[in-house]
C-alpha cells in the first residue's frame, strides 16, 4: 500500500493529539493507494482500544463505497508497538479484507506506522510505502 507523506502525517498527528487514548479513524484506497483519511473520536476514550461510532461508519463508509474506493481502519498503540493485539485480532473479524494501518507512538520521536490484513488468527503484513 503506498500513503503520502502529508496523509500519513495527517494520521500520526492524529494520533499524538489523542494520546495517551488510542485514536482511531477511516481511509479511502484506490489501486492500492491511500487517497483519504477520516479522522474520527474513539467513543471508548482508552489508551487500550477503540471503537468509532456506529453513526460515522455508516456516513464514512458510504462516502468511500460512493468514490469506488475500499475501505481501511487506521488506530494508534500508545504504549506498544505497530503490530496488531489480540484485541485488535479479534475485533478485525468484524471487518473482513480491511487494510489495518497502525501508529505506534511507543517512541513518540520516532512513530512507526505499519499496515496489515487480518484474517482470523492469521496477520500478514502488507508492505508500506511513504512518498
Known amino acids: 500500500m503506498r ?5 500519513l502525517d495527517d494520521i ?12 482511531c479513524g477511516m481511509f479511502g484506497v484506490e489501486d492500492g493507494r491511500v487517497v483519504a483519511v477520516y479522522p474520527t473520536e474513539n467513543i471508548h476514550h482508552s489508551p487500550r482500544r477503540f471503537e468509532i461510532d456506529g453513526r460515522d461508519v455508516m456516513r464514512i463508509t458510504g462516502e468511500i463505497e460512493d ?3 475500499s475501505l481501511g481502519l487506521y488506530h494508534s498503540h500508545t504504549m506498544s508497538r505497530a503490530y496488531p493485539s489480540q484485541t485488535d485480532v479479534n475485533f478485525a473479524e468484524l471487518w473482513p479484507g480491511v487494510v489495518w494501518l497502525i501508529v505506534s507512538l511507543e517512541d513518540p520521536g520516532a512513530p512507526e506506522a505499519r499496515t496489515f490484513l487480518i484474517d482470523g488468527p492469521t ?9
Open 67 to 69: 468514490r469506488g474506493w
Open 3 to 7: 500513503v503520502e507523506r502529508p496523509l
Open 12 to 23: 500520526v498527528e492524529h494520533a499524538r493529539r489523542d494520546a495517551p487514548d488510542e485514536c
Open 123 to 131: 496477520v500478514s503484513e502488507v508492505d508500506l510505502t511513504v512518498g
